[in-house]
């Protein structure tokens, strides 16, 4: 009765077509239920970079250039400095917007070798 579970089994033959590529023995390796565990492990992650995509950063092109898409960029800030430096309401507008910070003094530097030669450790009582 539980003769046919216990039998060892003839072991199956891996088969891949004649225009098979690695990657066709990598998956009929890993799916094979008759293999050791860690050999099905290590044929599926050969397998692994080559059956899903890797997240990636992808570029988008376009039909212009990155120098014409410069150029047009540069164009639009001088239009919008053009247009902060137009009288508004009849008044003039401020167009310098940058701001002057007073110069601000050093901290004093205490002396260079101040606490190595210090006078009062070789002082005579």
């Not at 003769?3 to 890993?30: C, H, M, R, T, W």
């Not at 099905?40 to 950063?57: D, G, H, N, T």
């Not at 902060?84 to 401020?94: D, L, S, Y």
Request: net charge positive.
């Amino acid at each position: 009765m539980f003769a046919n579970l216990f039998e060892d089994k003839k072991p199956q033959e891996i088969e891949i077509p004649a225009d098979g590529i690695s990657l066709d023995l990598l998956k009929a390796v890993y799916r094979n239920n008759q293999l050791p565990l860690t050999t099905r492990m290590r044929a599926a992650i050969a397998a692994l970079p080559f059956e899903v995509p890797k997240l990636a950063v992808t570029a988008v092109v376009s039909e212009q250039d990155f120098a014409t898409v410069l150029d047009r960029r540069l164009k639009r800030i001088e239009e919008m400095k053009l247009l902060e430096n137009k009288a508004v309401n009849g008044g003039t507008t401020i167009t310098d917007r940058t701001i002057e910070l007073e110069p601000q003094p050093a901290p004093p530097a205490p002396a260079p070798l101040n606490r190595i030669y210090d006078k009062r450790k070789y002082r005579r009582i």
